[in-house]
């Protein structure tokens, strides 16, 4: 994945609003609460709280562009996974 600068103001109109402001980014993690912690203490913008879904858990974050990203840990299905 490359995330890069605008070189043109009609790209720098677009940046951080080219999934019309949902999620379009996974940051899959294997210890949610590890990498939640280090990113809040990092300053990184949480838009929620952590929530438990049916598929994991996840939480919704920006990037410095505006990005929106769910950080998660997938639920796990037994020993292979």
């Known amino acids: 994945l490359l995330l890069a600068q605008a070189a043109t103001p009609q790209q720098a109109a677009g940046v951080g609003r080219q999934a019309g402001g949902r999620v ?18 990092a ?24 990005n929106r990203w769910d950080l998660i840990e997938p639920q ?3 020993p292979s996974g």
């Open 24 to 41: 379009f980014l996974f940051l899959h993690t294997d210890d949610f609460a590890r990498d939640h912690a280090r990113m809040q203490a």
């Open 43 to 66: 300053g990184v913008t949480f838009l929620e709280s952590p929530r438990a879904e049916p598929y994991g858990r996840v939480v919704v974050f920006e990037d410095l562009y505006g």
């Open 76 to 78: 796990s299905n037994g």
